[in-house]
């Protein structure tokens, strides 16, 4: 492929998404159910014994604006960096990543055959963009792997490759540990790892818009790329089409998990706190499910809203400064 063809987004019709992938919505109704049952106040979740109301994780101020309320959590955006975050945030998110009920059913969602597929298109292109940068034969490491589809994925189709996986739930480890091996394999958050090499690939798919502390993990990425090694991550836009017409519905607001959206701004912020660079941005998926009833569906208009860097997701690749 062209470097070009890369800022083309996959397209996939998955107008029916969620009767082909039942498991995104009992997903998504078992977080609910766990939000509905915490203590409010005027519907807001405000014991201190559950959240912690919290700065600006990126540049520390204190100064935000309120967007929304949902689940009982209040989304606001930064007026220093611009950043969008949850500011009364749950206080034991990595128990709940390890085996709450919500988390073993996103481990039962990644083994479903249509979300699958698509995510395996995702990889494939996003493996060989990487590539292209890195050259093959690396040491590979995904943080937040899951139940490990994107190292499969690797596994099958390059052999001549270290795979390292670290994830926190207690479901998805042994999926993992049969990819990697038990050495390669990590069930601590990433700050707390020692690591005994350097990679030149590092991904996180789907992890920065969970993390309390992005800051502190993207420096520890830093410190453990090589020279020539690159960053990949993909995280939810705030700026997409989806959240323009879809607002506070769209699915991605899910305050217990999703408690970081980031800016252009805040973004670039991170970067230099970071000592990474930007190297490149892409979008995919366009056009979610939800969106069907209020568009008018077409490859053209598809392509204008990646064009527009509306995609529902960005994807990102870095490396150190
Ligand atoms: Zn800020």
Not at 27 to 41: F, G, M, R, S
Not at 194 to 214: A, C, I, K, R
């Amino acid at each position: 492929m062209q470097e070009d063809d890369f800022l083309v987004p996959i397209l996939v019709d998955n107008r029916e998404w969620r009767k082909k992938c039942p498991e995104r919505d009992s997903h998504d109704l078992l977080v609910a159910k766990e939000a509905q049952v915490l203590p409010k106040h005027n519907g807001v979740v405000r014991d201190p014994k559950i959240v912690d109301w919290v700065n600006c994780s990126i540049c520390g101020k204190q100064g935000c604006r309120q967007l929304f309320c949902k689940q009982g959590f209040i989304y606001v955006q930064c007026e220093n960096c611009d950043h969008v975050y949850v500011q009364n945030r749950i206080r034991y998110l990595n128990q709940l990543y390890k085996e709450s009920e919500a988390d073993a059913a996103f481990v039962k969602l990644q083994k479903n055959s249509n979300h699958l597929d698509y995510w395996t298109r995702v990889y494939k292109k996003y493996y060989s963009l990487m590539s292209n940068f890195t050259g093959p034969n690396q040491e590979i490491l995904d943080i937040g792997c899951g139940v490990g589809s994107f190292l499969n994925y690797v596994n099958q189709h390059y052999s001549a490759t270290n795979l390292h996986g670290l994830e926190l739930n207690l479901g998805a480890a042994k999926y993992v540990k049969q990819i990697v091996g038990p050495d390669r394999f990590y069930d601590q958050p990433i700050e707390d790892v020692e690591f005994n090499t350097q990679f030149n690939q590092v991904y996180m798919w789907g992890v920065l818009e969970h993390l309390s502390d992005p800051t502190t993990v993207l420096k520890k990425i830093r410190d453990i790329l090589s020279d020539q090694g690159y960053l990949l991550f993909l995280i939810p836009n705030f700026s997409s089409r989806a959240v323009k017409i879809l607002g506070a519905q769209t699915p991605t607001f899910e305050p217990r998990n999703h408690i970081q959206f980031y800016t252009k701004k805040s973004l670039e912020l991170l970067y230099k706190n970071v000592g990474l660079k930007s190297v490149g941005v892409y979008y995919e998926l366009p056009v979610i499910d939800l969106m069907y009833p209020f568009i008018d569906y077409s490859k053209e208009l598809a392509l204008e809203i990646s064009n527009n860097g509306e995609g529902y997701y960005e994807v990102h690749i870095a490396k150190k400064l």
